[in-house]
């Protein structure tokens, strides 16, 4: 099953597919340091900084379409908002492992044009 609901990204960019290989790419270049600031938030016990990556991490997976990343990723945003680390830690594993799958449809998205 596929992560990215790439008919639905080629739509939002009105069908121009060098242009959301372009996206795909910047995001690909954006996306880790949004992780990191999930993973550093949880490690200080700071569940502000958690919620602010996670929100903006959420956004950008849903330019694609990557439902289920953009799932974990609210998870994980929700849960640093109401400062429960434990369960935003959890949810962080999700969006991991979710992120992990991406890739390989990001990369040939970025190699279409």
Request: no cysteine; net charge negative; hydrophobic share 45%.
């Amino acid at each position: 099953m596929r992560e990215i609901d790439y008919a639905m990204a080629l739509g939002r960019v009105g069908g121009d597919k060098a242009l959301l290989a372009e996206l795909a790419g910047m995001f690909q270049e954006e996306y880790p340091r949004l992780l990191e600031g999930v993973r550093t938030g949880l490690r200080s016990g700071d569940g502000k900084a958690v919620n602010v990556a996670a929100h903006q991490l959420k956004g950008l997976l849903a330019q694609f379409g990557a439902d289920r990343a953009r799932d974990a990723a609210y998870l994980v945003e929700t849960a640093g908002r109401a400062g429960d680390l434990k369960e935003a830690g959890e949810a962080f594993a999700e969006l991991e492992r979710r992120m992990e799958k991406l890739q390989s449809e990001l990369k040939a998205m970025i190699s279409a044009t």
